[in-house]
């Protein structure tokens, strides 16, 4: 006769095993949510990077709202080996390719921590971000999951603003402030 309970443990072993395991963490992503989670504002704004273009730029956030500054930093999260770090398997030299584009970026997000910027980075083509702070200011790719959420949003807020500011009378929306 067979021991039910040696047939339980395996099965037991089996499901749990089956469990979707984490993924750690990219060092850029520890470095970004460490950065990003000292913020007591964020601005979010259209607009790259150049700061000659500000009359055009149109702000879609600007947050003091830690609980909402914590959910916008979530939905950042950066591919773990960015494709554009080339590791020499015989040296161990680490090589970081320069950016995948030459653009300043669609979208602009700027963290805060008592008035002063702690973080900036642009966001381009919706798949990867450019800062100084984060690689070496090489680009890092997104997730895919994250590009489309952070495509969803933007989009969304951006849809919103013009909304407002058409039903309001406006033709044009105000400029983003120069900060």
């Known amino acids: 006769m067979i021991n039910k309970s040696l047939i339980i443990i395996p099965v037991i ?16 992503q520890i470095q ?7 913020a007591s504002r964020l601005h979010v704004r259209t607009g790259g990077m150049d700061k000659t273009i500000h009359n055009r730029e149109i702000t879609l956030l600007d947050s003091t709202n830690n609980t909402e500054i914590i959910r916008w930093i979530k939905l950042i999260e950066l591919q773990h080996p960015p494709p554009n770090v080339i590791k020499d398997p015989k040296t161990g030299t680490t090589t970081y390719m320069f950016s995948n584009c030459c653009c300043y970026g669609e979208y602009t997000f700027e963290f805060f921590r008592a008035g002063s910027s702690i973080l900036a980075f642009s966001l381009h083509h919706m798949s990867h971000i450019r800062s100084i702070q984060l690689n070496n200011g090489c680009d890092i790719k997104l997730t895919p999951e994250s590009a489309k959420q952070l495509d969803r949003v933007l989009s969304k807020l951006l849809k919103n603003k013009k909304a407002s500011q058409q039903a309001a009378g406006g033709d044009s929306l105000k400029p983003a402030p120069q900060q």
């Open 32 to 38: 970004y949510e460490k950065l990003a989670g000292q």
């Open 13 to 28: 072993f089996l499901l749990v095993s089956c469990q979707t395991i984490p993924t750690p963490k990219s060092p850029e």
